[in-house]
């Protein structure tokens, strides 16, 4: 591979690394119609893909008239990792793409996600490339803020010990890729045809650098990109 203008690639998980997405939101919609909020697993993407359950709570209570309590949070999470364990696949090409880049940056690669630590955790090991992120995982659930904010890709970065104007960031979502940008770095919008993931003007709209389709496209994007 020739020369690389970054120093660190920060990919975010859900979406980019594993198709996560319908099933938490096939359980989140289940959930949700348990207080009386009747939503499609359609609807409940548009709504929440992209964002912590946990951030949602006044709309989720808009709906349903529920304060979430941790009680609640605790129990959707347990349903959730349960679907996750039995139906969780990866991206097409994301664990290749994955391999290549760790090779390619000598392992100053990192996962800056939203959810959950467990749950990064649970799908990077499900879909076999836990050991590429080993130390190297950063959840929003321990910032000061959440995505949008870009604390996640800046705690990252610094653990890297790169400046986050020479990280590139791949994100699928308006609100990650929205953190990536406030973070300084440059971002690479994963965006496929299928539901869940932000499509290419909305991406192109917050400051996203380039809009891709596959996976296995994201090493020479990163290789060929001009800074």
């Not at 348990?34 to 893909?49: A, H, I, K, P």
């Not at 709570?57 to 009680?71: D, M, R, Y």
Request: hydrophobic share 45%; proline share 5%.
């Amino acid at each position: 591979m020739p020369s690389i203008p970054f120093d660190a690639v920060l990919f975010d998980c859900d979406g980019v690394l594993v198709d996560s997405e319908p099933i938490t939101n096939r359980v989140l919609a289940e959930m949700l119609g348990e207080l009386g909020w009747q939503l499609t697993v359609e609807e409940s993407m548009r709504l929440f893909t992209g964002k912590a359950v946990k951030d949602e709570a006044a709309l989720i209570e808009a709906n349903t008239g529920f304060a979430i309590t941790p009680e609640w949070l605790h129990g959707f999470r347990g349903r959730r990792n349960e679907a996750l364990e039995r139906e969780l696949v990866a991206i097409p090409n994301a664990a290749g793409a994955v391999r290549a880049l760790h090779a390619a940056f000598d392992g100053r690669i990192a996962c800056a996600s939203g959810a959950d630590r467990h749950k990064v955790e649970l799908q990077l090991d499900k879909i076999g490339i836990l050991d590429c992120f080993a130390g190297r995982i950063f959840s929003g659930h321990e910032m000061p803020r959440s995505k949008p904010a870009p604390d996640v890709y800046l705690a990252a970065a610094a653990a890297l010990g790169v400046d986050p104007a020479r990280c590139a960031v791949v994100e699928d979502t308006v609100t990650g890729a929205t953190a990536g940008v406030a973070a300084g770095a440059t971002v690479f919008g994963y965006s496929p045809s299928d539901l869940g993931h932000s499509g290419p003007e909305a991406l192109l709209a917050v400051g996203v650098t380039q809009v891709f389709s596959d996976m296995a496209q994201l090493p020479a994007l990163l290789a060929a990109r001009e800074r």
